[in-house]
Structures are given as structure tokens and as C-alpha cells.
């Protein structure tokens, strides 16, 4: 009797705390827990717990039967695996294994390969009582870096929550996709991919539960590696995650070296390296979503070589399609002997042709890719077995299912068929989250070209309230009356914060069934992941020697393995042209490092001040495109005068820089490290620069400070500590930080047309001598090296050569470069034939003054001299063999 009243008063003690601290979401009136929950946890079962050589496992049983959110799980195990020195691997996991996980594939993640690892870089602890919490601590200064103790475990079939314990006004980076600054405060993500027009902070189209915390100068991070709706809560002294499926899988991630970028080079030892691209990728693209025929995009190329601003692809939005099917071609405005015609007259201009793609057909019986996907079954279903149909571009349509066996088969054919007819250079995937205008299966039983009047009412019109509510009830019906599945798909009890409010607003329904009756809620995050990955095979299928080239709209983590990213339909208002660098340096985080933003903004109207502005700044983005919706004016760059020399001066730079970029992206291929860089990254013990991003480091050796403000000329930068910065105009000697105790602030006059660029001391740039309007043009030039010595009169820098195009290209020359004592010498591997001969070498720094001469080979050579810069050109050295040059 006393055990009974005991429990009953934990019991009640429990519900009163729990009601105590429930608050409601005044837009969807659902009650929302505090950021931690109050809840009893799991016992450990010590007797059963197994230690091995790397790792342990550790069975754990529930406490208390009592429901958060969804239906308690009553047995666990935690399987701790020490992978690597600097990656452990915390799985919680339901005993039966009957919870969803991201599946162990390309569809998915595939898992790495493990060996023993005998020396870590931490240590695992757990506690048994009151309830099970684990910590994870770095060796290196007994740092307790993940800590659940003390925190409530909650594990449920449509609810887990775990609380890592971080200091109150912690330095984290990551978590999104979102609209939010670079370092993250106290706020909720979301993360659950769904479609544009969402505000600043709400979940946009990728899913990357990845994050890098700065502690005392030192970085870590975790990811947890779970595909479902998840809200991360960052609070004072917290991070919750609370997801609605799945399991809790962790990988925790402590370099010795402790800096942010060995996070991110383990980061990807998971998820993946990302993908080489093709040199002409990093050349500048345009595009327009409201070309009506084949004349405007012609109109497009002749204006770009009028004003002679460098163009190197152009793409083409749905205008181009028959109906807005994919893979067809509009016969009137678009017809196939004129895109041949367009292609032709590109590819003779050593320029290039991309179109858009979409994973959701049309519901017509004479469509041939409907009808084929039909013939093999890879539509996703309806609970009762009849095709799902919601509703995009070209009316009711079908959505392919990239877990359906057939699914290969299907893509090979359609991208391999499309490829040999247009020879594109590239596809677009778009609306790929994936993302409907209509809720529900709209369009089952109706023909297709019934949706397309509702595609052309405004956005906001597109289902009434009344059709909605209409849509809720046959949806509902449908899953009472024959899912399977006893979870609340729909609704289930905890309710993420997606932007849309129910997980199946603005995209396919979560109880539509994938092959083997698997419900979309458990894969919804892994959709447009999957079709990357498909489409990709398919291009590798059509050529297997070109590298494809793909851009996503919706991704998860992995997807820079395939494909390149651009962060979606962003308005044209000077807080997006700020919020698109953190959303950059995100993606350099997520290994994906080639995104960009559309510049100058995809809706709205952008000003001649805002274009200019954007222009110079999206030029040296990691993957720099035009874009802009069809109900906005056109924002060419020659639009106004202004834009155009300010594009024309930052291209001629991009363009000098391919060398350096090209690198900077074989790095990333081989590391992980993005080519994008926050300058607390570099700099990670200068606590000033925590939240700056503002500014973005190229590399390691370019600081980029852009006008981001309206009716600004001129930028407060800041320089980091104990270097010297080089004006890349007039290769000056700008900023010196040597002797400085603290961050120093400038202000850099930045008139209209210009951005400004500095060098940092110590770096060997190389470049192009000459840019032209096409990177072929370019690649021809000579080679100039750019050294700006550091305050020692030291530095040093890497040049990567290859074909540019081949995927796994047999002959490539890679060049260490390093100047010390007047020597600048150079080695490496030398394979790469015929590459274009280094014709100049500049110097900067306060050591050149003295020097009037260098000799290389036996050759002495005259220096050109001002004021702490030594030219020496005409030199015309082959690189194929290493090389030593004298200055003195």
C-alpha cells in the first residue's frame, strides 16, 4: 500500500511540474513544453552493461510509464562506439529496433568504416542515478564537452528529447536550414525541409543537424544523425533536441587541435567529402524565370557581350517546358531545333547551358515520363493504394519515389534521354523538399490540366479556405480508414515548429507511402537528398567521364557528395543580401561549400544602390548566379551603369583568382574545409570577432568587407590580431595588427562601384594574368604569383592543376609554395602536361625594398621597384618541375 501511494505521489509530483511550466503557441494553440523537459528517464541496468575494447553498450530501462508526447519506449540501449581519436559515437537506440533510422545508404548515410583506435582524444562517462545522463570530455583539458546528467531522456515512438548542458552564453554554429545570424543565440530551429516565402528564422529546404560550438578558444561539435522533424532549442546553459522519430544517434566530434576546422574535415569523414566541380561551375551564371521564348535568352547573351561583363552559363527556369513538364520542350516559344540552335551557339563560345528539372510529373495519360513512371510503379501511393497527386507547376502531378527499385531505371532513362537530345552541361533540381500547392492528394480522379488554373491564381489564392478544409477532412478520411501505421502521422503529439504549422501543409502528406508501405513522414527530410543522389548516378550513367554538375534546392547532410546548393527564393531587400553570407557559411559547415544566394534577390523590385551592392559581393560567392522571378523586373547587371562596372571590376577579379579558387575548392573535395571561411574560424581565440559576419575570409589569405547597409560608402572592418593586411588594389601595405593587444577596426572608404579586398601576410596567391569573358580565355593566360610576406618576411601557399572537367582525372600537378629569406621555392607533383608557364611573380612587404634583382636557373633577372613591391616579370618558367627563385 505505501509503494502504491508513493508512485502515485511521484506521479502527481510530475504532472504538477509539468503542467506548471506548459505554455501555449498562440497561433496553433497546442500546448508547447519549456526547452527541457521534466520528466523521470531511464535506469541503467548495470548487471547487463558490456565494455569492450573501443566502445560499450549499456541497456537501459524506463523509470516510469508515463507519456510525454507519444507512446513510451520501456527498453533502450546505448551502443558507445570510439571510431576514431577524434569521433565518438553515442546511439541510443530502441531495444526491438523497431524505430525508423536514416537508412545506411546513398538514400541516406552511409556509415564509415571503422578500425580500432588505440590513443582518443576523450573520454566517455555515464551515470546511473538518479536517472542515465552520459558526458563526453576532452583529454586535452578535462572539458566536460556533451553532458546529459541531470537532464531528462525521453524516448517515445513519435517523441525523443536529449539536453546537452553548454555554458549560458555559449558560441554555436550550425543547426538549419535556416534564416538566421552566423552564431546562434537563444532561439528554436526547425528543421524539416519545406518551401520558400518562409520568414527570417523558420526552416527552409535542407536539414542538417550538425553544429560547431567555440569554448575558451576551442572548438567541437556533434551532430545528431536523425532524418524526422526535429526543433532544436537553444536556452541559456542548454541545447535540446526534441525530434518526432527515429532514434538518438550522435557523433561527437573533439580534434586535438581543437580548431574549427578539424570539426569540420571529421564532420565530413561522416556525411561525406564534397563533390569536385568542373572549373566552368566557378565561372558566372544568369538565369531568368520569365524568359518567354528562345529571342530573350539570345537578347540576354548579346547585352552581356555588349557591355563585355564575363558570362560563363546560362540556365533556363520552367519557361522553357511544354506545360511545365520536365524533360519536354515548349514547341512555340521554346522548340527543339532553337534550344539546339542556343546550345550550339553557347558551346562555340566555350560557355555553357544548364536546365531546371523537378521531381513531380504531370498526371497526363499522353506525358511519355508520367506514363513511363507509371509503367514501372515509382509514384508514391496513397494509404489506400491509388496515386498520390498534389498539385505543382504543371497541374495535378505525380511524385516519383527515389526508394522504389525502379527508381534508377526511371531517372537513367529520362536524364540520359534529356541529355543526349539538349546536352545540357547541367541540371537544376527545384521544389525538391518536396513542395505542393495543395494539401492532400488534390488531384486523385481529376485530369491533370485541371490544376493549372489554380498554379495562376496569386500565391496566396492557390487553395481557398474552403478548399483546404475540404482537402483536411477527405485526408483524414483517407488515413482512418486505411493506414496501417499506429502512430499519429499527421499530427503527432509534439508539434515541431515548421513554419507551415502540420508537417503536411505545402508538401506531399505524411501518411503518402513509399515502396514497402514506408510512410513519408519517416523520409520526408531525405527526399530531395535521395533524387540528388539518383539523378547524379544517372549523369555518371550518360557520361562516365564528365563530372555532373547539379544544383539542389533541398538537401541533408551528405548531399555535397552530389550536388551544389543555392539558398532559394530570397526577396530583393538589403537584409537578404546580409543574411546570405551566414547562409554561406552554413553550407560551408554542412559540406556542401558551392552555394550562393540569387543576387540581387529573386522577388520584389532591387534598387540600382542594392543591385550594385550585391553584384560585388556575389561575385566572389562560392557559386555567384543572377536570378530573379518573372513578376519582378529583370536586374541584369548592365541594367544599370553603376552594376555594371562594379560586376565588370569584381568578375575581372573572380576571374584572376580561378587559380586560388580552383584550390580552394580541391581542398574542399579532399578535407572538407569550405572555401568560405568566418573569420573566428581562422582566428578562433579573438573573441571579438565571435559574431562577425559581416565579412568572409576566401582561404585562408583574402578578407572580403562588403557595403551591406543602405546609403553607406564606407565599411568598419575588422583585422584580426597579429598580421598584416595588404590592400588588393594598390597592393599596399593597408592594416598591421602585429603589435596590436586587441581586434582592430578600420573604416575603409567603399564608394559605390567598389568592395574592398585585402591580402593577408603570408600567403602565396595564384593567378591568372589576364581575365577574360570566358574562363577557357582565362585558363590560357600565364600564371602571376602573388606573395605579400608576413611581418617575418615568410610565406606560403598551394596551386592544384588538373583538366578541370574529368572525374577522376589521371594527370594533376600540385605545387607547395614557400617563401622564406628572399627564397621562393617550389615542389610537389608535376604530372599535369603542358600547363600554362608562371610569367610574373609580385612581392609585397617591407622586406622587398632592398632587393633590385632574383635569379633563377642561372638567370638573373631585373626587378621592377616602388615602395614595398618587387615585380618580376617575363620570366615564362614551365611548370612541370619543382623550382627555386632568389631575390636579393
Known amino acids: 500500500m505505501l509503494l502504491r501511494w508513493f508512485i502515485l505521489l511521484l506521479i502527481y509530483r510530475y504532472l504538477f511540474v509539468l503542467a506548471k511550466n506548459i505554455n501555449y503557441d498562440s497561433q496553433h494553440q497546442v500546448p ?23 566502445g560499450l553498450e549499456i541497456p537501459l530501462k524506463i523509470q516510469l510509464d508515463q507519456s510525454v508526447y507519444g507512446k513510451p519506449i520501456h527498453e533502450l540501449i546505448v551502443y558507445v562506439d570510439y571510431e576514431t581519436k577524434d569521433r565518438i559515437h553515442v546511439k541510443i537506440v530502441d531495444k526491438d529496433h523497431q524505430q525508423p533510422i536514416v537508412p545506411d545508404s546513398p538514400m541516406g548515410v552511409p556509415r564509415p568504416s571503422v578500425l580500432p583506435v588505440y590513443t582518443r582524444n576523450y573520454e566517455f562517462q555515464y551515470t546511473s542515478t538518479p536517472s542515465f545522463g552520459f558526458q563526453v570530455v576532452r583529454k586535452l583539458d578535462d572539458h566536460i564537452l556533451f553532458d546529459t546528467t541531470d537532464t531528462s531522456l525521453v524516448f517515445e515512438d513519435q517523441y525523443l528529447e536529449l539536453t546537452t548542458h553548454v555554458p549560458e552564453e555559449a558560441n554555436i554554429y550550425g543547426f538549419g536550414e535556416t534564416t538566421a545570424p552566423f552564431r546562434r543565440t537563444h532561439n528554436t530551429t526547425a528543421m524539416f525541409t519545406t518551401g520558400p516565402h518562409t520568414p527570417y528564422g523558420a526552416n ?14 576551442k572548438a567541437h561539435g556533434a551532430m545528431l544523425l536523425n532524418a524526422h522533424g526535429t526543433d ?76 563585355q561583363i564575363p558570362l560563363e552559363t546560362m540556365w533556363l527556369d520552367i519557361d522553357y517546358m511544354d506545360q511545365w513538364k520536365s524533360f519536354t520542350l515548349d514547341p512555340i516559344n521554346y522548340p527543339k531545333d532553337k534550344i539546339i540552335d542556343l546550345r550550339n551557339r553557347l558551346h562555340q563560345n566555350d560557355q555553357h547551358l544548364v536546365t531546371i528539372l523537378e521531381p513531380a510529373f504531370g498526371a497526363y495519360p499522353d506525358y511519355s515520363a508520367y506514363r513511363y513512371g507509371q509503367e514501372l510503379d515509382i509514384f508514391m501511393k496513397n494509404p489506400d493504394g491509388s496515386e498520390y497527386q498534389g498539385l505543382v507547376w504543371p497541374g495535378y502531378t505525380a511524385f516519383t519515389d527515389s526508394w522504389h527499385p525502379n527508381a534508377p531505371t526511371f531517372w537513367n532513362k529520362q536524364v540520359g534521354d534529356w541529355m543526349q537530345e539538349i546536352q545540357p552541361d547541367g541540371v537544376w533540381l527545384d521544389m525538391n523538399e518536396p513542395y505542393s500547392h495543395c494539401l492532400g492528394s488534390c488531384g486523385t480522379g481529376r485530369p491533370a490540366e485541371e490544376g493549372i488554373p489554380l498554379m495562376q491564381r496569386p500565391n496566396n489564392e492557390r487553395e481557398t479556405k474552403e478548399e483546404h478544409d475540404e482537402r483536411k477532412k477527405v485526408l483524414d478520411e483517407m488515413v482512418r480508414m486505411y493506414s496501417k501505421d499506429t502512430r499519429n502521422l499527421l499530427y503527432p503529439g509534439y508539434k515541431i515548429h515548421n513554419y507551415f504549422g502540420d508537417l503536411s501543409e505545402q508538401t506531399v502528406a505524411m501518411s503518402t507511402l513509399h515502396h514497402g508501405d514506408i510512410p513519408h513522414y519517416d523520409l520526408h527530410s531525405l527526399y530531395g537528398h535521395a533524387q540528388v543522389y539518383l539523378v547524379y ?95 519582378s523586373k529583370p536586374h541584369y547587371p548592365y541594367n544599370w551603369e553603376s552594376t555594371a562596372e562594379a560586376t565588370r571590376r569584381a568578375l575581372a577579379i573572380r576571374y584572376t583568382l580561378i587559380p586560388y579558387l580552383y584550390t580552394l575548392f580541391e581542398e574542399a573535395h579532399s578535407t572538407g574545409l569550405g572555401p568560405w571561411r568566418p573569420l573566428i574560424f581562422r582566428f578562433r581565440k579573438q573573441e571579438a570577432l565571435l559574431d562577425n559576419d559581416r565579412q568572409v575570409l576566401i582561404g585562408d589569405s583574402l578578407l572580403l568587407s562588403p557595403v551591406l547597409d543602405q546609403g553607406t560608402t564606407t565599411v568598419d572592418a575588422q583585422f584580426p590580431m597579429g598580421q598584416v593586411w595588404y590592400d588588393w588594389y594598390t597592393n599596399a601595405l593597408d592594416v598591421d595588427t602585429t603589435q596590436s593587444s586587441e581586434v582592430v577596426t578600420k573604416t575603409l572608404d567603399a564608394p559605390l562601384e567598389h568592395i574592398p579586398l585585402h591580402i593577408r601576410g603570408g600567403s602565396i596567391l595564384p593567378l591568372k594574368t589576364t581575365p577574360h569573358l570566358v574562363l577557357k580565355e582565362t585558363i590560357a593566360t600565364p600564371y602571376t604569383f602573388l606573395i605579400a610576406l608576413d611581418q617575418k618576411g615568410t610565406a606560403s601557399g598551394t596551386l592544384f592543376i588538373d583538366d578541370g572537367h574529368t572525374i577522376e582525372p589521371e594527370l594533376t600537378t600540385y605545387y607547395k609554395l614557400e617563401f622564406k629569406d628572399g627564397k621562393l621555392e617550389a615542389t610537389g607533383g608535376f604530372d599535369y602536361p603542358n600547363p600554362e608557364p608562371l610569367s610574373t611573380i609580385k612581392v609585397l612587404g617591407k622586406q622587398v625594398n632592398d632587393w633590385s634583382h632574383a635569379t633563377y636557373d642561372s638567370t638573373n633577372f631585373s626587378l621592377s621597384k616602388q615602395q614595398g613591391i618587387v615585380v618580376l616579370e617575363n620570366i615564362n618558367i614551365p611548370l612541370k618541375k619543382e623550382f627555386t627563385i632568389q631575390f636579393y
Open 204 to 217: 527552409v529546404y535542407g536539414h542538417h543537424p550538425f553544429y560547431i560550438e567555440i569554448r575558451e578558444g
Open 32 to 54: 508547447i513544453l519549456p526547452p527541457k523537459t521534466v520528466a523521470p528517464g531511464y535506469t541503467v541496468q548495470e548487471e547487463l552493461v558490456k565494455h569492450y575494447e573501443n
Open 537 to 631: 548516378q544517372a549523369l555518371l550513367n550518360h557520361n562516365k567521364t564528365e563530372r555532373p554538375f547539379i544544383l539542389t534546392r533541398s538537401s541533408f547532410a551528405g548531399t555535397g557528395k552530389y550536388a551544389s546548393h543555392w539558398t532559394g527564393d530570397i526577396s530583393s531587400v538589403w537584409s537578404s543580401l546580409r543574411s546570405s553570407i551566414p547562409g554561406i557559411l552554413n553550407f560551408q559547415l554542412f559540406g556542401i561549400p558551392q552555394t550562393g544566394a540569387d543576387i540581387c534577390g529573386f522577388l520584389d523590385e532591387a534598387t540600382e544602390e542594392l543591385c550594385t551592392r550585391w553584384h560585388a559581393l556575389g561575385a566572389f560567392y562560392p557559386f555567384a548566379r543572377n536570378h530573379v522571378a518573372r513578376t
Open 232 to 307: 532544436v532549442v537553444l536556452d541559456k546553459g542548454s541545447i535540446t533536441w526534441k525530434t518526432i522519430g527515429g532514434i538518438l544517434d550522435f557523433y561527437i566530434f573533439i580534434p586535438r587541435d581543437t580548431e574549427p576546422d578539424s570539426v569540420i574535415r571529421s564532420y565530413t569523414d561522416v556525411i561525406g567529402n564534397p563533390v569536385m566541380p568542373a572549373l566552368w561551375t566557378l565561372g558566372w551564371h544568369q538565369c531568368r524565370y520569365g524568359l518567354k521564348n528562345v529571342t530573350e535568352v539570345e537578347q540576354v547573351l548579346d547585352q552581356y557581350k555588349e557591355h
